[in-house]
Nanobody
Framework: QVQLVESGGGLVQPGGSLRLSCAAS????????MGWYRQAPGKQREWVAT???????NYADSVKGRFTISRDNAENTGYLQMNSLKPEDTAVYYC??????????????WGQGTQVTVSS
């Protein structure tokens, strides 16, 4: 059983910063790509950023230059540092990871989401 648990969301003023964490636990053999997605009220879930197991990163244009994705492979944890936050960044943020377990197939896992609200 694999679980992803996000933390670090909250209320922040425009221009502020937050750091999200995504901790993977359970029977994990290897974690390939890790990513962050977000879903604002009334909108579809959208991709935010991805980091490969080798550390290659990619970002949506809307967050490029403001957000930084990283990971600690030894701790099976991913991070999303969000700076210069804007009201339009308000959303539920979800962690995603491509994981292979010792006894099962490679699969896609999701966390439960953490709310980020940017408001004055």
């Amino acid at each position: 059983q694999v679980q992803l648990v996000e933390s670090g969301g909250g209320l922040v003023q425009p221009g502020g910063s937050l750091r999200l964490s995504c901790a993977a636990s359970g029977s994990i053999f290897n974690i390939y790509a890790m990513g962050w997605y977000r879903q604002a009220p009334g909108k579809q879930r959208e991709w935010v950023a991805t980091i490969t197991s080798g550390g290659t990163t990619n970002y949506a244009d809307s967050v490029k230059g403001r957000f930084t994705i990283s990971r600690d492979n030894a701790e099976n944890t991913g991070y999303l540092q969000m700076n210069s936050l804007k009201p339009e960044d308000t959303a539920v943020y979800y962690c995603n990871a491509d994981i292979i377990t010792p006894y099962g197939p490679r699969d896609d896992y999701w966390g439960q989401g953490t709310q980020v609200t940017v408001s004055s």
